[in-house]
């Protein structure tokens, strides 16, 4: 998305772990999550560095990527003919500005079999993606409607990081 901008960048994922704390909130542990990335790239004069993290929230509950291809079906039929949330923190940081923030999605989904969504992960989509589906891809069949920003139910809220760059 952002070569589509005409941003300049290079991606560094850090190696970051991503283990949420026992009782913490989906918004916490995405906020935090963001801010432990940033925190762990380095940057040098003039660098603006980008951490964001994404989760699915169901019932409460944030849904991350799934271990296996057993418990992406579970994710997909949780999921089947609801409404979730998709939550996506961020920070931006130089050496002189700090910026975050977080947005929230509401997808609902179309109700999903067993054998639909069986289906979906042995195409191995899923599989490195919180809630175990791609809204821009295959998995977007699944999905009847969103309120707020599609590009956050992509983990790149752009509504909300465009401008916050910009000012960077």
């Known amino acids: 998305m952002l070569d589509q901008l005409g941003f300049r960048y290079t991606q560094r994922p850090p190696e970051v772990p991503e283990i949420p704390r026992k009782g913490e909130d989906p918004h916490t542990m995405v906020r935090r999550f963001a801010y432990d990335k940033a925190a762990a790239?380095?940057?040098?004069?003039?660098?603006?560095?980008?951490?964001?993290?994404?989760?699915?929230?169901?019932?409460?509950?944030?849904?991350?990527?799934?271990?296996?291809?057993?418990?992406?079906?579970?994710?997909?039929?949780?999921?089947?003919?609801?409404?979730?949330?998709?939550?996506?923190?961020?920070?931006?940081?130089?050496?002189?500005?700090?910026?975050?923030?977080?947005?929230?999605?509401?997808?609902?989904?179309?109700?999903?079999?067993?054998?639909?969504?069986?289906?979906?992960?042995?195409?191995?989509?899923?599989?490195?993606?919180?809630?175990a589906y791609a809204i821009q891809g295959e998995g977007g069949r699944f999905v009847a409607g969103i309120e707020g920003s599609f590009s956050n139910v992509m983990g790149f809220p752009m509504e909300a990081l465009v401008p916050a760059l910009a000012r960077f």
Do not use: C
Request: charge should be negative; glycine fraction near 14%; aromatic fraction near 4%.
């Open 41 to 131: 790239a380095t940057a040098g004069a003039g660098d603006v560095v980008l951490g964001i993290d994404t989760t699915v929230v169901l019932d409460g509950e944030s849904l991350g990527k799934p271990r296996d291809g057993r418990e992406a079906v579970a994710m997909l039929l949780r999921l089947s003919g609801r409404d979730h949330i998709v939550l996506s923190g961020w920070v931006l940081r130089s050496q002189a500005n700090l910026a975050d923030g977080w947005e929230t999605t509401t997808v609902t989904f179309l109700p999903i079999d067993r054998e639909e969504a069986s289906a979906y992960v042995e195409g191995g989509e899923p599989m490195d993606k919180a809630g």
